[in-house]
């Protein structure tokens, strides 16, 4: 079996927490599935940033192109601009290596409680477009720190864009539901989301077996919250894809516990693997972040890499955890860190 070169940016925050976590359990499962993970550790970040004025080094993305996939864990300071951390680490690594879905499984855990979701399970994905739209750095400020001081910002929306995370929700949909729903606001946004909803609507007819329905991402918000289980797949645009992705998992008990995947489907270039939830400054340090997220999304990984047999041990691994009641902070236990990750060390190997 070939070995598997993983790049690992713990980032910022909890980062640093959950990612050592989530490698001890990909280690145990690597040694029992007989893989060769490679890691490799790369300190970017704030720190870095705050060292060097830039989050990365300049030759940061050929030194990742080397890699079959990246690892990450959270990017985000108090005292580095907002706009630095991501736009001078993640969203350079989004473009560059194509990654053009986001994916973001949410569903329901037993053993975590989800009052909002508690008449049925959960079990959805958010199809994040991730390459364009509001993510644009087109726009600027203008007379600044005058009393007529304005800001422009435009969303970018392309045809090739669009059509390719309808192409990629669509055949998601129809091996799993069948059910669509696209994020929109044509009734606000005049020209992108008519633009975004005709390549969906498009997009979605050549798939017979999918239903497609659009609609406004506030009522989608609303229908999250109070009927979450009769959603499959969501499609939605850069910005509308976070939100709600940080809603739906919050539905189901926490973000902590959400994953994601940066997809270069095409397989050309390294996809990136992240949980959902950010450095949680708050917390950081105090050793109580709650790992699932940064774990499923290593399963995630495995998945993506063709080791279907070792996610699935990884993902029952944590799951059994939880349905055995080690839970963190964060939804509702006493478990550290550190404690939760040896309860999944020690079910891997039951
Ligand atoms: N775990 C990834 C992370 O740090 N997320 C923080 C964040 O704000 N991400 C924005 C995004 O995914 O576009």
Same mark, same amino acid.
């Not at 079990?123 to 726009?139: A, K, Q, T």
């Not at 609303?222 to 289980?229: D, G």
């Given at each position: 079996m070939s070995a598997h070169r993983i790049a690992v940016i713990p980032g910022d925050g909890i980062g640093r927490e959950v990612v050592p976590a989530a490698i001890a359990c990909l280690e145990r499962i690597a040694e029992l599935h007989s893989l060769t993970l490679e890691f490799t550790p790369f300190d970017w970040g704030s720190d870095y940033y705050l060292q060097h004025g830039r989050m990365?080094?300049?030759?940061?993305?050929?030194?990742?192109?080397?890699?079959?996939?990246?690892?990450?864990?959270?990017?985000g300071s108090p005292e580095v601009?907002?706009?630095? !951390?991501?736009?001078?680490?993640?969203?350079?690594?989004?473009?560059?290596?194509?990654?053009?879905?986001?994916?973001?499984?949410?569903? !329901?855990?037993?053993?975590?409680a989800a009052p909002l979701a508690s008449e049925h399970p959960i079990?959805?994905?958010?199809?994040?477009?991730?390459?364009?739209?509001?993510?644009?750095?087109?726009?600027g400020r203008m007379y600044r720190g005058l009393p007529q001081e304005g800001a422009v910002q435009e969303a970018v929306? !392309?045809?090739?864009?669009?059509?390719?995370?309808?192409?990629?929700?669509?055949?998601?949909?129809?091996?799993?539901?069948?059910?669509?729903?696209?994020? !929109?606001?044509?009734?606000?946004?005049?020209?992108?989301m008519p633009f975004w909803d005709e390549i969906v609507a498009e997009t979605v007819s050549l798939y017979p077996d999918v239903t497609l329905t659009a609609e406004h991402v506030d009522a989608l918000a609303?229908?999250?919250?109070?009927?979450?289980?009769t959603l499959d797949v969501i499609v939605a645009s850069n910005l509308f894809g976070d939100i709600l992705s940080d809603l739906a998992a919050a539905v189901t008990g926490s973000i902590g516990l959400a994953p994601s995947a940066n997809l270069n489907p095409e397989g050309r270039y390294p996809s990136l693997f992240e949980p959902i939830h950010g450095s949680a400054p708050d917390i950081a340090g105090n050793g109580v972040?709650?790992?699932?997220?940064?774990?499923?999304?290593?399963?995630?990984?495995?998945e993506h890499l063709g080791h279907t047999q070792a996610a699935r041990h990884l993902q029952t691994a944590f799951e059994a955890v939880l349905r055995d009641g080690v839970r963190t902070r964060d939804i509702g236990g006493t478990a550290s860190t550190a404690e939760f990750t040896e309860a999944v060390l020690s079910m891997i190997d039951a």
């Open positions: 990365m080094p300049d030759d940061g993305l050929p030194q990742l192109a080397l890699h079959d996939a990246i690892y990450l864990g959270a990017v601009p907002d706009a630095e !951390t991501l736009w001078g680490l993640l969203i350079p690594i989004r473009r560059e290596f194509q990654q053009y879905i986001n994916l973001r499984p949410v569903k !329901t855990l037993d053993g975590v079990d959805l994905v958010i199809v994040r477009e991730n390459n364009e739209g509001e993510y644009s750095e087109i726009g929306f !392309t045809r090739l864009g669009v059509s390719r995370a309808a192409h990629y929700a669509a055949s998601l949909a129809a091996s799993r539901r069948g059910r669509l729903t696209s994020a !929109t606001k044509s009734n606000g946004i005049v020209h992108t609303a229908h999250l919250v109070l009927k979450p289980w972040a709650n790992p699932v997220g940064q774990i499923w999304s290593g399963a995630m990984m495995l």
